[in-house]
């Protein structure tokens, strides 16, 4: 058969973009459909806004912040149009490294409209049909929009449509205690919204008790509040809006943010015609992120499994691999990382203690140190919050970190619970003094210290002062 190409991407976000960029740079004939923005949902309307947000939050609640370190700051002001402003400048910086300019550079052809797949090898956009031997899914996933009762007749914001607010909540309702939830209560309150999260379970229910415990009291502290139930019912009055939980309680407000979750973006582009199989939130794939039809990858937000940019990029570097030099990529979740951008951040790798627990049982030895004893944390006056490593044996097999910049010390940890390093490497390692990172020795180091103060070595140890006495 004659292919107008070697591989089809569909979808110009993280997942789709790293796929054909590194498809096209090996030289393969590459075509990148996207049907809405190039950058897909981080660029536009997921991490950039919502980072963006968080460092217009952090800036006047640092200036909101009691004496600190002998200096006082003026109290903030915050205008909302430059909040607004700060949030689409960064896109707009970012968007060149995301543009269809930039992957026609590297070789793709890049087709804006939507893609159908009209059979296994073939795929309409624009009234064009496009043929490859390998067709690759990235299109991504949606807000989840619940069956509460009356929502559908009130105007509600999503991360779709927060970011283009023209006026600044005076209290902003919030569905959902999980990521999106919690890094934008707090974002508005510091911004001087009142807000009110409602959360039927745990809040940021995949993450560490202790970590999510501790920014919980902050944010409460600061002002946030929290009312456990499931949002059961929704109305609009007035241009005031009301959420009621199924425990009966009623909650008024200016705005109301639906983050529920997300809906992998799966039907009504061809893929129920070609019988691929639909899992109940994301296309099935194989641990090569194979559909059922082998030649067919979906990787990013709409297959089933974790749904993160970094995830997305990873897997469109293994189809990379798979695509253009043949080789198997398995996905390897062992150390996996993830953060929210609250403050202090809560950041994860690789197992959290409850999940640790369960699998190796009383095996299990978990080392905490707290920030209070580092002392870069002391001199800043930021000790709130921990590292708590899991070790199996002296194996690192995960990390729940919690403070300042949490996010930025889970590298060392890559290493380790992939057995590239050591605990015993980390734990003799030189690092930077005052850092945060010297944490990561700590806890690394603790884990042998009772080995190296041990008998055997106390026993050489006596043996060789007695032997300097001697001679
Ligand atoms: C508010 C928010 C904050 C977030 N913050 C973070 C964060 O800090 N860190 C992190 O790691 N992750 C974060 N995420 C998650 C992250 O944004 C997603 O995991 C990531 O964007 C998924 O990338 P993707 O390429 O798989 O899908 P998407 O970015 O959704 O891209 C899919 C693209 O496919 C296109 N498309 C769909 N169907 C078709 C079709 N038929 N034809 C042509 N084009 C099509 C869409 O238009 C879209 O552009 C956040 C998400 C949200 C909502
Ligand atoms: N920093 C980051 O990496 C980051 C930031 C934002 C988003 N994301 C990605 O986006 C995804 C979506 O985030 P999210 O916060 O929407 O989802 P989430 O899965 O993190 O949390 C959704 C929450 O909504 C709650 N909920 C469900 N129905 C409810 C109801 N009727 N009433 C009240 N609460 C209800 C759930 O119990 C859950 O805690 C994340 O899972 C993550 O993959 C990542």
Known sequence: MEYTHDVIVIGGGAAGLTAAGGCALFGLKTALIEGHKMGGECLNNGCVPSKALIASA????????????????AAPK?????????????????????????????GCEVILGWAKVTGPKSVEVDGRTLTAPRIVIATG????????NGLADVPYLTNENLFDLKTQPEHLIIIGGGVIGMEMA????????????????DLMGRDDRDS???????????GVRFVSGKAAGVSADHGMISVTTDGGKTINGSHLLVAVGREARMKGYGLEALGIELGKNGIKVDERRRTNLKHIYAIGDCREGPRLTHVS???GSNVVLEIALGLPAK????ALPWCTYTQPEVAQIGLTESQAREKYGDSLRVVTEGFDHNERAIAEGR???????????????????????????LLPFTQMITGKSGSFDMGGAIIAYPTRSEIVKAAAFSVWEPTLFGEWPKKWVAFLAKMRRKF
């Open 58 to 73: 952090s800036r006047a609640a640092e200036a909101r912040e009691a004496k600190r370190a002998g200096v006082q700051l």
């Open 78 to 106: 915050v205008k909302w149009s430059g909040v607004h402003a700060h949030i689409h400048q960064a896109i707009a910086d970012i968007a060149p490294h995301d543009s269809k300019e930039r992957f026609e550079e590297m």
């Open 141 to 148: 996933s949606r807000p989840s929009i619940p069956p509460i």
């Open 186 to 201: 707090q974002s508005f309150c510091r911004l001087g919204s009142e807000v009110t999260v409602i959360e039927p379970g």
């Open 212 to 222: 999510v415990s501790l920014v919980t009291s902050v944010m409460k502290d600061e």
């Open 313 to 315: 990029g990873y897997e």
């Open 331 to 334: 996905v390897d979740w062992r």
């Open 383 to 409: 000790t709130k919050g921990h590292c708590k490593v899991m070790f199996n044996g002296k194996k690192v097999v995960g990390a729940s970190i919690c403070g300042a910049n949490a996010g930025e010390l």
